[in-house]
C-alpha cells in the first residue's frame, strides 16, 4: 500500500516517496510563544502527529525526523512582555512549558526536534549573506529585504502573480523597497527590543524577519531539501511562499520540500474564533472541562483538508463515540495499524474513513487489533468522565425552560431542552418539577 499525500504547491495527490527512506524529514511551522495556544492552533499539531506516527510505523521510528520550531521573537512577544513587565525569556520559557503540556494531553507525541529561533540567529545571517550575495537580496537603512523580483517564479505556492499579490496584500509600503512585495529578513531593533549583531556590514543590531527563521531551522536540521513541510492553511501565504524563495534562492535547489501540506481552519459554533466574539477557547481551558482523548477526537473526525467546526455537540458525540470505540479497553500494551485504519490513512490521511473502520472493527469484536490500532494513532485512555457539569448554569436554564413553559412557548423551551441535552444533559419531568441527570 502506498501513501499519497496531497501537496499544495503541485495541486494533487501523489504517492510519497522519501528521499531517504533511512531519514524521512518533515518540518511543521510550531508556535509563535507569548500566550496560551488556541484549539486552533492544536489542529496542526494533532494532525502532523498522526502523520508522524503513520510515517514512523512505515519507516520505522528511528527513521523519521519531525521538526516543529518555536519562535521566541517577534513583536507579540515583546509587546507582551512588556505588558506583563516580565522579561521577554520568562514568557516565552512559561508559554512553551504550557504549549508541551497542553499537546501532550492532546496525545501528541514530541518532535524529533523543537529548535527555537533565537537559538539559529547565526544560520540566518549565514542565508542572509547568501541572498545578499547573489543578488536575491539587498540591504537598505539597516534593514535586508528580498528582492521578489530575483525570483521568476515566486508565487507558485499560493498561485498568485505578483500583480495580484499588491493589489490584494496589505503590504507595508516602505520607501527604502525596490518593489512593495520585497519583504523583511532582517530589521533594525529598536531601542528595548531584542537585537543581534547585524549581518551585511550593517552597524546597528537588528532582528530576523519571520520567514527566515524557517528557512535556517529547517536548513541546519533536515538540509537544503526534505520531504515534508506543514502548517496551518493560513500560513501559504505569504509565510510559506517567501519559505521558498528564500531556501531555493539560497541553495539554488528546485524545491525547498517535496510535500507541502497544510489543515484546513477551524471556527467555533460556525464563527471564527476571536476574543471579542468571546468565543476564543484555549486547549488549556478546554482541557478543564474534557479529556484530551476527546478533543483529539474530535479534532480528527474531520478530514484535515476540510475546515472545521467546533462545536459542544461535536464534543459531545466525540465524547460518547470514542466511549463506544474504547468500551473494554483497558491498558494497551502494543501498537499497531490495522490493515483497514492503515489503508484509509495512506491516502492522504483520510481519518474520518480511518474512524469508520474502527467502528467497523468495534462491531466485528476486533478487540486486540482495536486497541492496538487506537494505541497507534495516540488513544490510550477511555474517556471516564464526560466534561464536568456547571450545575449553576443548567438550573439556570431549566429556569428559563421553566419559565417559557409556562409562557407556552414551547418552541424556547424545546430548544432549551435540546441545548441542555447537547451538554449531555437529561431532564425529567413530573408533578413535583424538573430533575435532571447526566446520559449515560
Ligand atoms: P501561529 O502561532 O498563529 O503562527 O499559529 C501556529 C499554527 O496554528 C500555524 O500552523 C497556524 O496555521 C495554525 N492555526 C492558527 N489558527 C488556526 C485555526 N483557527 N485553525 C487551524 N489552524 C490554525
Ligand atoms: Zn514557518
Same mark, same amino acid.
Given at each position: ?12 495527490? +501523489?504517492?510519497?516517496?522519501? $528521499?531517504?527512506? *533511512?531519514?524521512?524529514?518533515? #518540518? &511543521?511551522?510550531?508556535? %509563535?510563544?507569548? =500566550? ?16 508522524? +506516527?503513520?510515517?514512523?510505523? $512505515?519507516?520505522? *521510528?528511528?527513521?523519521?525526523? #519531525? &521538526?516543529?520550531?518555536? %519562535?521566541?521573537? =517577534? ?158 492553511i493560513d500560513l501559504v501565504f505569504p509565510h510559506h511562499e517567501n519559505e ?43 482541557l478543564k472541562d474534557w479529556p484530551g482523548e476527546v478533543l483529539r477526537f ?128 437529561i431532564l425529567k419531568d413530573s408533578r413535583d418539577g424538573t430533575t435532571w441527570?447526566?446520559?449515560?
Amino acid at each position: 500500500m502506498d501513501l499519497k499525500l496531497y501537496d499544495t504547491l503541485t495541486r494533487e495527490k +501523489r504517492p510519497f516517496q522519501p $528521499i531517504d527512506p *533511512a531519514r524521512v524529514r518533515m #518540518y &511543521v511551522c510550531g508556535p %509563535t510563544v507569548y =500566550d496560551h495556544a488556541h484549539i486552533g492552533n492544536a489542529r496542526p499539531v494533532i494532525v502532523f502527529d498522526v502523520l508522524f +506516527r503513520l510515517l514512523r510505523q $512505515i519507516y520505522g *521510528a528511528d527513521h523519521v525526523v #519531525y &521538526v516543529r520550531n518555536i %519562535t521566541d521573537v =517577534d513583536d507579540k512577544i515583546n509587546a507582551r512582555a512588556a505588558e506583563r513587565g516580565i522579561p521577554i525569556r520568562q514568557l516565552t520559557e512559561e508559554t512553551y512549558a504550557n504549549f508541551k503540556a497542553d499537546v501532550a494531553a492532546l496525545g501528541c507525541l514530541p518532535p524529533t526536534v523543537e529548535p527555537r529561533a533565537t537559538e539559529h540567529i547565526a544560520e540566518m545571517k549565514t542565508l542572509i549573506e547568501r541572498l545578499v550575495a547573489n543578488g536575491c537580496a539587498y540591504v537598505a537603512e539597516g534593514h535586508v529585504l528580498f528582492h521578489v523580483a530575483a525570483m521568476t517564479d515566486y508565487g507558485r505556492l499560493s498561485n498568485r502573480s505578483l500583480d495580484e499579490m499588491v493589489a490584494g496584500a496589505r503590504v507595508e509600503v516602505a520607501p527604502y523597497k525596490k518593489d512593495p512585495m520585497d519583504f523583511v529578513l532582517w530589521k533594525p531593533s529598536k531601542q528595548g527590543e531584542p537585537g543581534w549583531s547585524s549581518p551585511c556590514g550593517i552597524d546597528t543590531p537588528g532582528r530576523p524577519g519571520w520567514h527566515i527563521e524557517c528557512s535556517a531551522m529547517s536548513w541546519k536540521h533536515l538540509g537544503e531539501t526534505f520531504d515534508i513541510h506543514g502548517g496551518g492553511i493560513d500560513l501559504v501565504f505569504p509565510h510559506h511562499e517567501n519559505e521558498i524563495a528564500q531556501s531555493r534562492c539560497a541553495f539554488h535547489t528546485p524545491v525547498m520540500a517535496n510535500f507541502w501540506m497544510h489543515n484546513g481552519f477551524l471556527q467555533v459554533e460556525g464563527e471564527k474564533m476571536s476574543k471579542s466574539l468571546g468565543n476564543f477557547l484555549t486547549i488549556d481551558d478546554l482541557l478543564k472541562d474534557w479529556p484530551g482523548e476527546v478533543l483529539r477526537f474530535n479534532m480528527l473526525r474531520t478530514h484535515y483538508r476540510q475546515p472545521i467546526d467546533w462545536t459542544l455537540r461535536g464534543l459531545e458525540e466525540s465524547f460518547s463515540s470514542l466511549r463506544t470505540l474504547m468500551d473494554g479497553i483497558e491498558a494497551q500494551t502494543s501498537d499497531s495499524i490495522a490493515p483497514g485504519v492503515y489503508e484509509a490513512l495512506c491516502d492522504d490521511i483520510n481519518m474520518p474513513k480511518a474512524i469508520a473502520e474502527l467502528h467497523a472493527m468495534h462491531g466485528r469484536g476486533d478487540g486486540a487489533a482495536l486497541a492496538a490500532t487506537l494505541a497507534a494513532l495516540g488513544f490510550v485512555r477511555r474517556p471516564q468522565s464526560r466534561r464536568k457539569v456547571d450545575e449553576t448554569a443548567i438550573a439556570a436554564l431549566i429556569d428559563k425552560r421553566r419559565a417559557a413553559r409556562t409562557a407556552k412557548n414551547f418552541a424556547e423551551s424545546d430548544r432549551i431542552r435540546d441545548e441542555l441535552q447537547a451538554m449531555g444533559v437529561i431532564l425529567k419531568d413530573s408533578r413535583d418539577g424538573t430533575t435532571w441527570e447526566l446520559a449515560p
